[in-house]
């Protein structure tokens, strides 16, 4: 059973940073596809980061520049370096693991103070 763990988040003034990680235990973490999504308050989940099949990473627009997902496969973690946060990124952030069956941590709340 693939169990994903978040930390990292927390409440930051605008413009700050955080950085979220991600641990997977019973994965098969090295040819997973391991990625970011949030969903705030009366919205739908939303890609964040994730890293393609082909090893690629897609980002949303709105993040772009900003944040930088990255992953250890010997440390089975991911994580997710946000920069330059705005009060719109407050949100609960979910891990993502996919290797043909999707799996979900339990989330991270992110706020943004304005």
């Known amino acids: 059973q693939v169990q994903l763990v978040e930390s990292g988040g927390g409440l930051v003034q605008a413009g700050g940073s955080l950085r979220l990680s991600c641990a997977a235990s019973g994965s098969t973490f090295s040819i997973s596809i391991m990625g970011w999504y949030r969903q705030a308050p009366g919205k739908q989940r939303e890609l964040v980061a994730i890293?393609?099949?082909?090893?690629?990473?897609n980002y949303a627009a709105s993040v772009k520049g900003r944040f930088t997902i990255s992953r250890d496969n010997p440390k089975n973690t991911v994580h997710l370096q946000m920069n330059s946060l705005k009060p719109e990124d407050t949100a609960v952030y979910y891990c993502?693991?996919?290797?043909?069956?999707?799996?979900w941590g339990q989330g991270t709340q992110v706020t943004v103070s304005s």
């Open positions: 890293f393609r099949s082909d090893g690629e990473i």
């Open positions: 993502s693991d996919y290797s043909g069956v999707w799996y």
